[in-house]
């Protein structure tokens, strides 16, 4: 079994984060994404907007 990656993107501009997991070269793992969103919400600052995460 393949363990997912996952990334903590950090948005300078707004001093907040938000996960990152890639699925391939162009798709992204969007349960995962939400799932870790909503586990980290009370620890972290998050992006409220979920569209404007954008991997550099």
């Not at 990334?7 to 890639?22: C, D, I, N």
């Not at 969007?30 to 954008?54: F, Y």
Request: charge should be positive; hydrophobic fraction near 30%; aromatic fraction near 8%.
């Amino acid at each position: 079994m393949r363990h997912p990656r996952l990334t903590m993107v950090y948005l300078r501009e707004h001093g907040t984060f938000y996960p990152y997991a890639p699925r391939g070269a162009r798709c992204r793992d969007r349960p995962m994404e939400l799932k870790t969103r909503s586990s980290l919400t009370r620890i972290v600052p998050m992006e409220s907007g979920i569209g404007r995460g954008h991997p550099v």
